[in-house]
T-cell receptor, first 114, second 113 residues
Framework: NAGVTQTPKFQVLKTGQSMTLQCAQD?????MYWYRQDPGMGLRLIYY???????DKGEVPNGYNVSRLNKREFSLRLESAAPSQTSVYFC?????????????FGEGSRLTVL | GDSVTQMEGPVTLSEEAFLTINCTYT??????LFWYVQYPGEGLQLLLK?????DKGSNKGFEATYRKETTSFHLEKGSVQVSDSAVYFC????????????FGTGTRLKVLA
């Protein structure tokens, strides 16, 4: 009963390094999302994928890229990490064709950029 | 654009006290409204939802009513427990057809025994 799985759970990077956060869901959901959570800011949408083969920018896309590899997987890449990208990252998915349904979240990936 | 405003925390209550966490929203059309809960070290999980005006969502003793006239979706519980200590997020689904969900900043609740 895995649900939404994110890897890695923790990562420390130096400024300028790159990395990819992986997300996979086993619920056959159509839509997938990447959020970042910062103190006092709530969750802010980075990118989303309404369906396989499509991706769109959210509220804070700068410095990130995404790939919807297939229906199950949605990765988030930081090409050149900056201290401002220190955050907790959450992947989420939903089956709904229209966004009335529940979002299912992973456990989060805590990223620190030094 | 669409937005969600919820009361700032932290909220500290004694066990068995009454809880209200205020949430108001701005949206075009008729969004669905949600409350999510985040326990320490975990991801968010859905607590309750309402999809149309006057709907009441309820779960685990928590309730919230979708009030279109006041654009509110306040979370209430009659008697909180220590295990309810968590961060609570109000959210709406954007109605522009872009599959977006908008979250409030979260309210931390601490319940003391």
């Amino acid at each position: 009963n895995a649900g939404v799985t994110q890897t890695p759970k923790f990562q420390v990077l130096k400024t300028g390094q790159s990395m990819t956060l992986q997300c996979a869901q086993d619920m056959n959901h159509n839509s997938m999302y990447w959020y970042r959570q910062d103190p006092g800011m709530g969750l802010r949408l980075i990118y989303y994928s309404a369906s396989e083969g499509t991706t769109d920018k959210g509220e804070v896309p700068n410095g990130y890229n995404v790939s919807r590899l297939n229906k199950r997987e949605f990765s988030l890449r930081l090409e050149s990490a900056a201290p401002s990208q220190t955050s907790v990252y959450f992947c989420a998915s939903t089956p709904a064709a229209a966004n009335t349904g529940e979002l299912f979240f992973g456990e989060g990936s805590r990223l620190t950029v030094l | 654009g669409d937005s969600v405003t919820q009361m700032e925390g932290p909220v500290t209550l004694s066990e068995e006290a009454f809880l209200t966490i205020n949430c108001t929203y701005t949206a075009t059309g008729y969004p669905s409204l949600f409350w999510y809960v985040q326990y320490p070290g975990e991801g968010l999980q859905l607590l309750l939802k309402a999809t149309k005006a006057d709907d009441k969502g309820s779960n685990k003793g928590f309730e919230a009513t979708y009030r279109k006239e006041t654009t509110s979706f306040h979370l209430e519980k009659g008697s909180v427990q220590v295990s309810d200590s968590a961060v609570y997020f109000c959210a709406l689904s954007a109605t522009s057809g872009t599959y977006k969900y908008i979250f409030g900043t979260g309210t931390r609740l601490k319940v003391l025994a």
